[in-house]
């Protein structure tokens, strides 16, 4: 790993994907990197061994480069690591790997063996760091018993898919209050209640349990199509509130006469019980001797990044079903404004455009509930000639961060 120097806002690393076993050494990019001083960000130059790719080379962009030897505990000490304490003095930090398809951005934030330490993705090593660390204050105060709430689901054009509850589609929605809320489908029950449940999140209290449901959850994501997968985890505390949010029952103002439901009041009703779980929770956290409850750490595993194009740019891309380039359509308006938000925030711009879609919605929040925390995104990028274009599409984005 070759490391530089300063802090911006958003950090971003290069990772060099590993060859796979049918990929042969021969025909690989190459790529040098360089600071100008210790201080400095480094710039990465890039040309590909053979064929007619342009040699380019960036601004000092990047923190740091992983090599293709590096694993993914070297990352997670890189990346993640120096984020613990933030988080446990209840900051909020986000992580994203961006880049194009097969070149490592799931091996990075979920991992793939699950058996060997070192090769857990960045979420997994943070949670089992943050559990030592959570056992050790639970150990401290026998009246607090800290954990993770986690929750996993995947993005889809305007909907999430809830990974925790056999892939529930979920509407994403701004509330009154600005923030953005991602709920399941409104039930009508008996005695004229309606459930609304939100995105669930499954309260863990060790790390194994937190690992298998992972695991368990991540099988249900769609297959076939480069999607978007965010694994949030929260720190919480085993006291009602903040555990039960997953049913929340609602009393509707006038009962429904015939099975239909008045909209506008279960609206209200829906809003008003948001409000009341909002400040229970609120309560909690003010009330608990633990400083980093409420914490927050998401990992973002964006979709491929060949779908990403800048106005006058051209990516080939293989031959497309209808509904194929509809989503593709779909996955660049995300990657675009992500971009965008990133650059605005990391500029501090007073307005930024969290509302053009509804991945830069959901992350509105983390952006902004940074409360001292730290937010960085892996550049991963494969090595072969033959993925040139795509791979300098990448370096291309992350150096905006
Ligand atoms: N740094 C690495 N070391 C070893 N193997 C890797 C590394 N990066 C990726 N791989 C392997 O390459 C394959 C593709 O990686 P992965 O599924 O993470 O790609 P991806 O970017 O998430 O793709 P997609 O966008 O299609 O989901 C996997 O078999 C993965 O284990």
């Not at 690591?81 to 979920?110: D, E, M, R, W």
């Not at 979420?123 to 009246?143: G, H, I, T, V």
């Not at 076939?224 to 103002?253: C, F």
């Amino acid at each position: 790993m070759l490391a530089g120097g300063s802090q911006p806002k958003l950090s971003v690393y290069v990772r060099w994907r590993r060859l796979t076993e049918s990929e042969s050494t021969d025909g690989l990019i190459d790529h040098r990197s360089r600071a100008v001083n210790t201080e400095s960000l480094l710039s990465v130059s890039v040309k590909p061994s053979e064929g007619n790719g342009r040699p380019w080379t960036s601004p000092p962009a990047y923190k740091a480069i992983f090599s293709r030897d590096d694993d993914n505990a070297t990352v997670y000490d890189d990346t993640v690591a120096p984020a613990i304490p933030q988080v446990l003095a209840g900051g909020s930090c986000n992580f994203f790997a961006y880049g194009h398809s097969g070149s490592g951005k799931t091996h990075t934030i979920i991992g793939y063996d699950f058996e060997r330490d070192r090769s857990l993705g960045l979420c997994l090593a943070s949670s089992r760091k943050l559990f030592e660390a959570l056992d050790s204050l639970n150990q401290a105060d026998s009246e607090i018993r800290l954990g993770i709430g986690f929750s996993l689901f995947e993005l889809r054009k305007n909907t999430a898919f809830d990974l925790l509850n056999g892939r529930t589609e979920c509407h994403i929605r701004q509330g009154p209050d600005g923030r953005t809320h991602i709920r399941g489908q409104t039930e009508l029950l008996e005695g004229g209640k309606v459930r609304v449940r939100p995105l669930s999140q499954r309260a863990c209290w060790t790390f194994e349990f937190l690992r298998d449901e992972l695991i368990r959850s991540f099988g249900r994501r769609a297959v076939g199509w480069s999607s978007l997968k965010i694994v949030n985890e929260q720190l919480v505390e085993a006291r009602d509130a903040l555990i039960d949010r997953e049913s929340e029952l609602v009393p509707v103002g006038k009962r429904a006469t015939d099975d239909r439901i008045d909209e506008a009041e279960a609206k209200k009703a829906e809003c008003e019980t948001r409000v009341a779980a909002a400040e229970s929770i609120n309560a909690i956290l003010r009330s608990s001797r633990a400083k980093c409850l409420g914490a927050k750490t998401v990992f973002v595993d964006l979709a491929g990044s060949e779908y990403h194009q800048e106005k006058g740019t051209q990516v080939a891309l293989m031959r497309q079903t209808p509904q194929e380039r509809q989503e593709g359509r779909r996955i660049n308006t995300d990657l675009l404004a992500l971009k965008e938000v990133i650059r605005a925030w990391s500029s501090n711009q007073p307005r930024i455009p969290f509302r053009s879609s509804p991945l830069t919605m959901v992350l509105r929040e983390h952006f902004l509930g940074g409360g001292g925390g730290t937010s960085a995104m892996i550049v991963t990028v494969s090595p072969t000639n033959h993925q040139y274009s795509a791979m300098l599409n990448s370096l291309k984005y992350g150096r905006y961060g």
